[in-house]
């Protein structure tokens, strides 16, 4: 039997999804019993032989009625494997998914062609697919926008899909979503309507407005087994010990898993102890991936909680005289509902439970399996103004809004953080993180920071607003969703549909450097 200690992580974005490392370190295990296996890695090691961001060549033909009615549309995705399958060869198949999932559409067809290639693996990253997809469906809306003489907003309005539609995963209604509150309120924000009928300025620099919207995830039902497990154990003094073991990779998703258990059970969030990381102590769960944690782990500690706060308006009923439907709890004390200034404290009822000299000593717990069979896909719309200078090449992202449908918000400080980091990574996606493959050799060259650029603080907009609908969604806990991959999703569309409306070139390989922008105006200047 093998124990496995999941520590803090700080940051995988996907990667860590696949077992490279764990076989090597079994291997020298065995070869060296009782003694402890380290690998370690330099920044180059890392970039030459651990997963890589799926690469992807999409095509995607989009067909409309006159009215701006999307009525068929065919994608093809290419994708670019590496040596070995890894995780592409799902990458490739949900960016189909993700790109003829998200609009409403009653013809499609879908073909994906995964390729071995004697390089670095490649794998999951944050979107895991459908970021590249939004790279390609975003801009052919434009695209069909500009020849139907349709504002893009007003075209992706005209095609979205709404509650009891299938999800973009498959055959499974959608719960919730308000993806056209997201637009209407982004589109304002920005100064969409004011800002679009302005005359461009002459010059060097030019500015210019794009947008891109998004359907996502709160875990890959019906695609893939969504099962997470929570217990939960009352101490003495009235707190709890929430034992779950979902993979802690930079997320905050303890800090909102010990909300929603203290909000169920009426205590406060820092009288809850997470217990995690070692699958000796704790019970299954899938992991951090897929937006899931939030909806499906935390569905499974909402559970657990009501279980636990039943027996314990059982024990405190039986100390008040009353029926534990007379019974609530808040601000870590036991009431009557109909004299709230008659009751007992957690504590005195934690500590009675457990130190019973009456043969009823119990220890308060309960214990929940969560299996997803719903599809409460976050949405969301992102806006971007840049400024091209036609000079050097060079784009600078002035303002983005980012108006998010992820249910209800139970951790404001988390999610925008989530947000913020989205838009740096989009950023980096959209205009400089490039991962360079000599032609020849297969060997990795931009293997370290000062060849793979990414955005630093200087990189990011001085104007960026994060707006919640904050609307519950029926099956998530408290009415949450999934929301830390859609942060990043379509900020990379946004800002080519930006550069575009700026100076009327459309570039489609990413990412979108000076050079190709020089290139692409040079060339719009000769024809």
Known sequence: MVEIITPFVGGSFGTRLSMYNEPIAVALAMKTPGRPVKIEYTKEEDFSNLETRTASRITVKMGFKKDGTLIAMQMKVLTWAGAYAARAYLAGPIALMWGMGHYRCPNRDGECTVVYTNTTPAGAMRGYGNVAASCAVEQVMDEAAEKLGIDPVELRLKNLKRPGDDSNLGPCPIESTYEDECIKIGAERIGWWEKRKLKKAEGPRRRGLGMAAMMHCSGAWPLLIEHSNAIIKFNEDGTVNLIINPAFPGTHIWTTLAQIAAEELGIKPEDVRIVTGSTDVAMFDLGSHASRSTYVTGNAVLEAAREAKWQLLERAAKMLGVTPEELDVKDSRVFLKADPSKGLTVEEVARNTIWNLEGEAQNISGKASWSSKYCSPPTAAYFVEVEVDTETGEVKVLKVVVVVDCGRVINPNAVEGQIHG??????????????????????????NYNLYRIPTTVDMPKDIEVIFINKPDPKGPFGAKGVGEPALVGIPAAIANAIYDA???RIKDFPITPEKILKALKEKQSA
């Open 422 to 447: 989205g838009i740096a990574q989009g950023i980096g996606y959209a205009l400089c993180e490039d991962f360079v493959i000599n032609q020849k050799t297969g060997a990795v060259e931009s293997n």
């Open 503 to 505: 100076v009327g070139i």
